[in-house]
């Protein structure tokens, strides 16, 4: 097994386990009714949704941009769900667990997406640094052998 399919392979799992955490948090959402949350959070919600499923087309098309994609948007669900659901303070744009009497699955839902995207982001990462070392090492190896004469 070399490096670049272990390293898709741990980007496909990760972006698994993230739309999985995903879908459980969005389901609580649901169960809870969307009145529970302020506005703004239900259109931030409505805006990783959509980051959602362009990384998910990304990964699992195999496309080039897959792992940026996967490692900013990681990076930014992770800080943004924190933010809106962990943050101590009650505003329009935070829904504090804290500040509500929720059950152990809401908690569970918002661990697991933040977590998963934390995954989700460090994959990506991950899988952005092989391919900048897999394509240095073909690009040294090239001038290598165009210094010998050789290609």
């Known amino acids: 097994m ?58 699992f098309t195999g496309h080039p941009s897959a792992p940026r994609a996967a490692a900013a948007g990681g990076a930014a669900i992770t800080a943004g769900v924190s933010f809106a659901h962990l943050a101590p303070v009650t505003s329009v744009v935070t829904d504090p667990l804290t500040a509500q009497d929720v059950s152990v699955l809401s908690w569970i839902a918002v661990l697991a997406e933040i977590a998963t995207a934390l995954m989700l982001a460090i994959a990506g990462w991950r899988a952005m640094q092989q391919y900048r070392h897999e394509h240095l090492h073909e690009h040294l190896h090239e001038h290598r052998m165009s210094n010998q004469g050789l290609t």
Do not use: C, K
Not at 31 to 52: E, I, K
């Open 2 to 59: 070399n490096a670049e399919r272990r390293s898709d392979r741990v980007l496909n799992a990760a972006t698994m386990a993230y739309a999985a955490a995903f879908v459980l948090h969005n389901a609580d959402h649901a169960r809870r009714g969307v009145d529970a949350s302020p506005q703004p959070v239900v259109w931030a919600g409505t805006v990783v949704a959509m980051l959602t499923a362009v990384i998910v087309t990304l990964v």
